[in-house]
């Protein structure tokens, strides 16, 4: 995993704060994260605001959208983390986020599940086709990128045309997850295997080189990048008691 080293940032400068009194901090501080990460986040945010009373908020969507709520001032945010290289590629064309700074601080895999109590069964992956299966829950590719991931390994095995017809698209993976959750028993969803819940079973893991490598990306926002406890806090997001949490969740840590 690429990391930002800035150690023991936070209560040095605290430290410090009288004899530099041009060194502040934020009350609170906003994070635009992609929807996957928002359960993981959320309890490692829980835990940087035991440590230095920064308030954390966020914004939880598709990283397609959040990508063009910052672009379009609808959404503001310190830092921004993306599900896919593509989306922040954008935040990088588009002068909001500086690419010497980026990160990549985990990875995912797809899965396809069914709701828990589904008697459906996958031997292989062309049963997607077969008549057992009657819908297949996807986000969105426009803007989701578990959805796009989905679609590239759909059309990589030659099964996209002829299983269409059955795709639902969903905005946002959580929507997807409760939906899937609920859904008839000849229904299954393709998402990331950290959004599985006891109220899902994973019928069959989607082998890796049929789409594009899932990685995450974090970057400060702007002038967010000056703040030091956007620094403290992007470092303290990739230290091991933050990504045990993530790796409990179902992330793959460590990538490259």
């Not at 899965?111 to 299966?133: K, N, Y």
């Amino acid at each position: 995993m690429n990391r930002i080293s800035y150690p023991g940032l936070m209560p040095l400068l605290f430290l410090l704060g009288v004899a530099l009194p041009t060194v502040s901090f934020s009350a609170e501080l906003n994070l635009a994260v992609a929807n996957s990460t928002c359960t993981a986040i959320r309890q490692v945010g829980e835990k940087y605001e035991q440590r230095t009373g920064i308030h954390i908020n966020y914004v939880c969507k598709s990283s397609g959208r959040l990508a063009k709520g910052l672009n379009g001032k609808t959404i503001q945010a310190d830092i921004y983390i993306s599900a896919n290289k593509k989306w922040m590629n954008y935040m990088i064309e588009h002068g909001l986020v500086d690419a010497s700074h980026v990160t990549i601080p985990w990875g995912n895999e797809l899965v396809v599940a069914a709701p828990a109590s589904s008697p459906l069964q996958m031997e292989s992956w062309q049963d997607l086709a077969g008549a057992d299966i009657k819908t297949i829950l996807l986000g969105d590719p426009g803007t989701a990128p578990f959805g796009r991931y989905a679609k590239e390994a759909l059309q990589h095995t030659g099964l996209w045309d002829s299983v269409r017809i059955r795709v639902v698209t969903k905005k946002h993976i959580t929507l997807l997850a409760e939906t899937l959750a609920n859904a008839d028993p000849d229904t299954v969803g393709i998402l990331f295997k950290s959004n599985i819940t006891e109220e899902h079973k994973v019928l069959f893991l989607v082998d890796a080189s049929w789409h594009s490598p899932i990685r995450y990306f974090m970057g400060p926002v702007g002038n967010a990048a000056e703040n030091p406890a956007v620094l403290d806090l992007l470092t303290f997001i990739q230290e091991q008691e933050s990504s045990d949490i993530f790796r409990a969740s179902g992330f793959k840590v460590d990538v490259e």
